[in-house]
């Protein structure tokens, strides 16, 4: 009859015990994203737009998809310290020019870079620095880029050049620059360099620069299309997805539990009544009613939380109310009645108890469905605008998706994220039902 | 029939002045309203019990014994058609009173009850000892811990030992089940106690065991009992005087000196002969036919349909005839 001891029969299912490290991952996630990037840190980054991602490559694919054999390249970045400076040259009137050196060592067959561009943050007075650029390749060719003027803080995209394409044959630069010249279509491995003549015009000017070689796989969720590290939302997902689905599962099942003991003790117009609204909770679509809140009121998670539970509370539930029934003309609760125990005391103590062990399963088989309602709503368009959520990810991801796209681990991980939720409460529940539930207790 | 009843009753007084009497009970009527139509279960019952005495109400199944306790415990099922007539404790009416006041004034401080099944009387997920200070808290708003010390009190009584009382229900024999629902029952110190068939669905050691506790609580405490059984040797131990009812009638009220050695009501004889004693060696005998339904019960003596001494009279129904001013039989036979 211990709580504890019933709980540690689960060690007995197998089934019980992956569910249950599903779970456990679940949570340390939650605790690790919420550790990581507290909240308001977590929505920042998230709501940030696309300035604070601009060193994130645009849609890459996660890392781990090289262990597949795709060796596509990472995200190389040289700072202007790692630069090496080759030459440096008064040239008189305050005019100086330094050679510098960015070299990268470009390593994976498997992929061009995404893009290519300078970083630059230069100061000045009146005439900006200038910076002359000349890629040179692992096999010494030099292929000039072009000159360009340092005007404070920005970027030269260099993959993004109009010019530089047209000299390059129509091909984009961070392909045709990286290219190998027996094969086109590969790029070629080595330690590519790009020189930079750096000329600043007067004694104070100075100039920062940073090359970044775009990958195309980043991180262990890879990015979306506005650079964000889905990493992010994947971990912050889990959180939300557990506070969601748990608040509802918990607040509606002992809910259930103690309105229908007390609809169906006083009985009456009472249990009629309540039964009613449970008939009207059932034929009320859940979802239309959820939408229409999400497009006319608030698509907030709290909000929608709150409406979920408030529609959840119409009445009580059938089951317990079948269970209620057997139980309320049972000797001990009428034996509670005869030596006085008052209606409150009964529902309390005598009814309810009996069957507070049946809702663990309930409340744990309850949580997923949930989960997937919050993330339905999302890929519906009504996700939290604020909150990153599984949903959301899914939603956002499914504009770029279509046949042949190679975007599918955007959809894979949110989708996998939230497949493991479902089988994870899932088997925990099945066992525990078992366990708690004498008629399914396999003998 | 009712004006009857009453006269009858007043004749009943088994010698002692009004004050001795703790419980009168008149004209009590609870009917049953069921699919098929209305159940007289108990039908016009009236009876009185002293302060200190014992009566055991004896009779077969379905003879409305027990609903007759929980109409005096005011227990009623939801299906109530008609429930009336007065029942008098303590001088006080208790049928005007409102659910409430006899929840709290007189269940357990007045009257404790042992329910029939008193094997699955215990809440499964209260440990004894708690289930058994369950009244105190109730009713006198003591501490669950406080009144875990008095129950400990009211186990020793009926021979439940201390380490019992912190297990659970299913962890205890029927036996020991029963010790604690009795415990229960002395713990608030009532005055009349209602046990119903505190000894069925006990192995026969077991009973004469539970018997003997409950003889010794007669002994020690100063309550009245009413002892529902249809087992009369449980009765012959314990009861001061008997009770026969029949098909939702009582047929016989007598002291248990005279009923054991000569029942009057031929329900009763018939009853008795039913027995089988130690010594002699007597033909067992049963009556035959059943009992009436209940649902529409035959006019006049409801037990002469099966009845071996039935005259023409038997066809309207008999008054409570009293005899020697310590008997009440409902039988034509003690017509005068």
Redesign the interface.
Known sequence: MNLWARLQELRRYPSALVGLAAVGLLILMSVYAVVRYPYSEAIRLWRAGELTWLEYPRNAAPRWFNWFGADLPETISVTHERAKALHAEDLGGGVRRRTLSFSCDFLNGGGFPKELALFYEATFTRTPPQAVLTWRTPDGREIPIGTQVLRGGGRYIISADAALVKRLGGRPPHEALFAHPAEPGKPLRGRYELLVDLFTFEPQSEAQLKLIVYGQVHGWAGTDNLRRDLSIALLWGAPIAMVFGMSAALILTLWYLFISAVATWYGGWVDALVDRLTELRMILPLLPILIMVGMFWSRSLWIMLAVLILYGVIGGSKNYRAMYLQTRSLPYVEAARAYGAGNFRIIVRYLVPRFLPLTIPAFINAIPGYVFLEASLAVLGLGDPVLPTWGKVIQEASGFLYMGSSYYYWILLPAALLFLTGVGFAMVGIALDRIFNPRLRAI | MAKQTKSAVNLVNFGRSESATLLRVEDLKLYFRTTKGVVQAVDGVSFELGRRRSATVLGESGCGKTTLARAI?R?LP?NVHTFSGKIVLDGVDLMPMNDEWF??E????KI??V????????????RVGHQIA??LV??HGVSQDAAFKRAVEAAKLVGLPEDFLSR?A?ELSGGMRQRA?IA?ALLTNPELIILDEPTSALDVLTQANIMNTLKKIKREFEMSYILITHDIATSSELADEVIVMYAGHIVEHSPAARFFKAPLHPYAQKLMASVPTLREDKELEFIPGQPPSLLNPPKGCRFAPRCPKRFERCAEEPPLFSLDGVSVVKCWLFAR
């Not at chain 2, 329910?115 to 209260?126: F, G, S, T």
Request: glycine content about 0%; hydrophobic content about 50%; cysteine-free.
């Open positions: 415990l227990l939801r929840r709290k007189i269940r357990w401080r404790s009850f329910p029939q099944a008193a094997m699955n009387a215990l809440n499964p997920v209260l369950e009244p109730v009713h659970y299913f629902i229960m």
